[in-house]
């Protein structure tokens, strides 16, 4: 049974398809789990949320030298602390967790809905990860183009903010009638859950301090009881509402009270990147660590917040994302999506005709269903004008590519392009076409001097 599996630093979520049936079905699709990226390494066990009913969240105040909670971030070969379960890497950590993952929802195979920020090394790590964990990886798709997808969105420009734990992630669309492209990624490492954690807590600290003169934050057990009850904290500010907060410390209790506008003050770092994006359609996923749905200091701002109860109809993936694998049955990293929103799309439901995948919805014969294409790349050999690499598209006229690090780069220069000799000295190639050395849109260049995949497109 296939499986799709939302990943997070934060919050993965875990859904299980029902069913092949169209996208009028999607309600079958189920959400089995939500696991958050912590791992507690406790002696000689690693113990996650998956089997554990003691959560490794719920002691990372107490025991943070024990708790590894950026291995999903860093989703790479990082070296993590000394410990006595034999975890060496953050990929050792990501296996476990699959693992876990694995044996509670018998999984077998799985499409992997992944952060913007994640690279071709991450993927390649996170592709060889599965494999290790015995699971197959059916698709891979970029979470803002998959969550932009969903959305009743206009043509034009539109922006997908990824509030994960450790920092945040701007995604920039293009939103045209035929497709969904990621075409820019913006990374603030700053600013994430955990540092509006801080903040949530050091607004906590000074009122606890100037009630009661108790600092909650100087003991481990009533910092970690604060740290519990932010969510809920959060909530009430939202709504407008004072929040009295209460910590037990050596049988006492102490007690503060806060105000809603304190709160606000508290998370002002994410509300001021919010209203500085400079987009009319803002798509905003906190990952589930805080409902900020009707903050007064947005209202102003029109926000489609991703919503914890969504499915987010991963069950149209069979449908949606086109050229999942390559024709060597490599999976193929998925930045760009079939636009399914019927009003964008140039033929409209206007007159009772029937629906098909191009227009916003699929048939019972999925096998058939094709998104539409412009005429101009009906013919057999399209010469391509871009190229395009992690969201990045840049005319091929401008394009240089680097292999510095052992790692295929793509930068856009003043200079002369050096595309066509790379391809012409053998530095690059087309995958399944090597003897061929003129760009066809669709083509996927690789080279054997480094790890990485350039895409090319024909813009008309």
């Given at each position: 049974?296939?499986?799709?599996?939302?990943?997070?630093?934060?919050?993965?979520?875990?859904?299980?398809?029902?069913?092949?049936?169209?996208?009028?079905?999607?309600?079958?699709?189920?959400?089995?789990?939500?696991?958050?990226?912590?791992?507690?390494?406790?002696?000689?066990?690693?113990?996650?949320?998956?089997?554990?009913?003691?959560?490794?969240?719920?002691?990372?105040?107490?025991?943070?030298?024990?708790?590894?909670?950026?291995?999903?971030?860093?989703?790479?070969?990082?070296?993590?602390?000394?410990?006595g379960a034999g975890m060496r890497h953050a990929a050792d950590l990501i296996w476990k967790h699959l693992a876990e993952l694995k044996s509670k929802h018998t999984l077998e195979t799985l499409a992997m809905i992944v952060p913007a920020n994640y690279r071709d090394s991450h993927l390649q790590l996170l592709l060889g990860v599965a494999k290790a964990a015995g699971l197959e990886v059916s698709a891979l798709i970029s979470k803002p183009v998959l969550a932009a997808?969903?959305?009743n969105l206009s043509q034009g420009h539109a922006m997908h903010v990824d509030v994960q734990l450790h920092e945040t992630v701007i995604s920039t669309l293009e939103i045209t009638d035929a497709k969904i492209n990621l075409v820019d990624v913006d990374i603030k490492p700053k600013l994430g859950i955990q540092s509006l954690q801080e903040s949530l807590l050091q607004v906590l600290q000074e009122n606890f301090i100037r009630t009661d003169r108790f600092d909650p934050l100087h003991d481990a057990d009533t910092e970690q009881q604060l740290f519990?009850?932010?969510?809920?904290?959060?909530?009430s500010a939202v709504n407008g509402e004072k929040s009295t907060v209460g910590v037990q410390h050596q049988g006492?209790?102490?007690?503060?009270?806060?105000?809603?506008?304190?709160?606000?003050?508290?998370?002002?770092?994410?509300?001021s990147q919010?209203?500085?994006?400079?987009?009319?359609?803002?798509?905003?996923?906190?990952?589930?660590?805080?409902?900020?749905?009707?903050?007064?200091s947005l209202a102003s701002r029109a926000i489609t917040w991703a919503s914890d109860d969504s499915t987010l109809a991963?069950?149209?993936?069979?449908?949606?994302?086109?050229?999942?694998?390559?024709?060597?049955?490599?999976?193929?990293?998925?930045?760009?999506l079939v636009n399914l929103n019927v009003s964008a799309m140039p033929n409209k439901q206007a007159h009772g005709e029937e629906v098909t995948a191009s227009s916003g919805r699929c048939d019972d014969n999925p096998a058939e269903a094709k998104p539409a294409r412009p005429a101009a790349l009906d013919s057999?050999?399209?010469?391509?004008?871009?190229?395009?690499?992690?969201?990045?598209?840049?005319?091929?006229?401008?394009?240089r590519i680097s292999t510095k690090g052992a790692v295929l780069s793509l930068t856009k220069s003043a200079n002369a392009?050096?595309?066509?000799?790379?391809?012409?000295?053998?530095?690059?190639?087309?995958?399944?076409?090597?003897?061929?050395?003129?760009?066809?849109?669709?083509?996927?260049i690789m080279s054997p001097l480094a790890d990485g995949v350039i895409t090319a497109a024909t813009i008309i």
């Open positions: 049974m296939s499986h799709i599996l939302h990943v997070s630093d934060h919050n993965l979520l875990l859904q299980r398809l029902n069913s092949t049936s169209p996208p009028s079905d999607s309600k079958q699709d189920t959400l089995v789990a939500r696991s958050q990226g912590y791992a507690w390494l406790k002696g000689d066990q690693v113990l996650f949320d998956v089997n554990s009913d003691d959560k490794p969240v719920a002691h990372c105040r107490i025991a943070p030298q024990q708790i590894n909670s950026r291995y999903w971030q860093q989703c790479a070969q990082t070296a993590i602390a000394s410990n997808q969903q959305q519990d009850q932010l969510p809920d904290i959060v909530a006492k209790l102490y007690s503060a009270v806060i105000a809603s506008n304190e709160i606000e003050s508290a998370l002002s770092e994410l509300i919010l209203n500085q994006l400079d987009s009319k359609q803002l798509l905003v996923d906190t990952n589930t660590s805080f409902n900020l749905r009707r903050l007064p991963a069950g149209l993936l069979t449908y949606r994302a086109t050229n999942t694998k390559d024709a060597s049955g490599n999976v193929v990293f998925q930045t760009s057999k050999f399209v010469a391509a004008t871009h190229l395009m690499q992690f969201g990045l598209i840049v005319p091929i006229a401008q394009a392009s050096d595309v066509n000799v790379l391809l012409k000295d053998g530095s690059l190639h087309i995958v399944n076409d090597k003897k061929r050395k003129e760009l066809s849109a669709n083509d996927r």
